[in-house]
């Protein structure tokens, strides 16, 4: 089923309303995910709605948080997300560090948020930058040990991501969104619903083994960082997701999910930590110099040789433009097993259903 | 031959001087260079001086350089480099970022920097900002393109390193220093230095096919990204070098490689670009919480069951904590093909030659 993206965004409000929410966070959350949607990013957009109903349902969400600014200078702020989902306080994040008050008069802005979410995808926090003519970097850490560190057995970080987006001028933005593990947990989701045997390399089982089955790969989620084994330089992928770690967990005074249990047992939220640096151009170049040399730079890697005919070299936001230019028309592919979960959680919650 | 760092260190400022360096500035370039070998990333230090003895027989330093911060606001600045090597603005960028008038007072603070030169390890000019009590991200450009895009068949990013340093309380600092290769070029050096094959997935011939030759694949260097082929998400690393790209070449103003010859034809200097950053944990924290939360994190990790016994959890920073403890003691072991080299270089330039 194609859903337009309107529909998909007012169903999911709905469900978020149903939920408790305040229709006003309801809707930045429901534009968050859309975002992800209708930029063909398929494991961070609605089909987080039964994760979120699992964690709903665990008490690990506040749907009426008091999200509040806890420390602020010039250029930096911290946010207490009151255990709400992330994609609010995110926002909210973002829209700080690029307001007239902090990136657009200093050039540059850093704002954390603790006690925070699940926030969706990385890459759409960094675009708020950019559409506003920031370059924008966007990272989170996560609740679930999946990232296995170089010569371990046990995961020790989520997939902790990274988003870095940059406006150009005639192309669009440089849209990096990644997680530091090979493959977000997300991909083995999808391999899993379109019952599919995953690559080599992915994700690992309980000894530190190679796994190709998505059941087993997810039953106890052990993922290769970036880079995979030591030979092929995996240190560098889990260093950059303790780097990530570093700048969402120990900056904003969340919590390390490795040791939790030990240093706050009992905890009912998950309080994961975001962070969001805005920087201007502006403050290095003068006004259209660097997206000039940023079009430059696209244009060249569009240009590029390719391998195999045919195949043209990636350039990092190309695939998230096509995926908006066909799904604004046709709508956003729904697979039919997500459908059938959406509609259940629709109908758990007392939420109308939308999308017939 | 083991060398004390001091005497290596004074061998590398003799020859800088001989070259026609100032002073000061040898000195701060043989401290930066040799904070790299006492660390054991012996691709980035001494061993670069027969790299700078070619870049300046081709006239592509300027020894005597005019170092201008050209733009400047409370929490940003730029510098030129004036097309000298790099070590000397770079320290110059970090220093100016973690100084009384930017980071230590409003928390924050970026220093770019233009028409430069190969400036070394990354990490070192992190380590400057922890040893402040910051954490420091430092990024460079690099002339030579060597990273070949997802689909591509040329190369269109240097190495574009990312150096992440954060200071502990107990435990020495978080120190990352990755290239946003599989590999950096110095370890296709080192392994040809000792004759050893390249491990596959490392590097790729002129057709984008995977080379185990490090001759082949220093003839023309194509190199994969962080991820290595599509599959195992080689794209990422590729975002990350079009990244540090973009902080480094975009933002000072600095010359991008592939469109070099095309935009500024017959340029004799190669004008790569810094990206530094510093960042105060207490903007955020209050004192000493981020510290202690970061040594909770590296504790876990050096607690965490490793894959195989014997072989500990790898945490970014030990290794070369280690090799500091043991070189300190008994010196910086340089191969006797890289000591004929330096030999060499000194009798080239007049220098003393003091590693007798």
């Not at 150009?168 to 969104?177: G, H, S, T, V």
């Not at 908006?324 to 046709?330: D, G, K, T």
Request: glycine share 8%.
């Amino acid at each position: 089923m194609h859903v337009p993206r309107a529909d998909l965004q007012r169903q999911i409000e709905a469900i978020l309303v149903a939920w408790g929410m305040a229709v006003e966070h309801a809707a930045i959350t429901a534009e968050r995910l859309t975002d992800a949607d209708v930029r063909g990013i398929d494991s961070h957009g609605v089909a987080l709605l039964p994760l979120y109903a699992e964690i709903r349902a665990e008490g690990r969400i506040n749907f009426r948080p008091d999200i509040r600014v806890v420390r602020e200078s010039a250029v930096t702020a911290l946010l207490d997300a009151d255990h709400g989902l992330g994609h609010v306080p995110a926002t909210m994040a973002m829209e700080r560090a690029i307001a007239n008050s902090k990136a657009r008069s200093s050039g540059l802005a850093a704002v954390a948020v603790r006690n925070s979410n699940h926030y969706g995808a990385a890459g759409v926090y960094g675009l708020l930058a950019a559409r506003a003519g920031f370059i924008g970097v966007s990272m989170t850490s996560v609740w679930v040990p999946a990232i296995v560190p170089t010569f371990g057995a046990e995961p020790m970080f989520g997939t902790n991501p990274i988003g870095f987006v940059a406006p150009a001028a005639n192309n669009p933005p440089f849209y990096l969104d990644m997680a530091t593990s090979t493959v977000a947990v997300g991909k083995l989701k999808l391999a899993q619903l379109h019952g599919k045997p995953l690559p080599p390399a992915w994700a690992m089982d309980r000894d530190g083994r190679a796994t190709v089955d998505p059941d087993a790969a997810l039953a106890d989620v052990r993922l290769t960082p970036l880079g995979g084994a030591r030979e092929t330089s995996g240190h560098k992928g889990y260093g950059l997701a303790a780097m990530v770690e570093i700048l969402c967990t120990m900056l904003s005074g969340s919590v390390y999910a490795p040791t939790r249990e030990r240093r706050h047992p009992g905890l009912a939220h998950w309080n994961i930590g975001h962070f969001m640096l805005a920087l201007d151009p502006q403050a290095f170049r003068d006004a259209g110099e660097f997206e000039a040399d940023l079009d430059d730079m696209i244009d060249a890697l569009r240009a590029g040789r390719p391998a195999a005919s045919g195949q043209p070299v990636l350039v990092h936001g190309d695939p998230e433009c096509d995926a908006m230019r066909e799904r604004s028309e046709h709508g956003i592919p729904v697979p039919d097993a997500l459908l059938v979960a959406v509609r259940q959680i629709a109908a758990d919650c007392g939420a109308p259903w939308l999308l017939s």
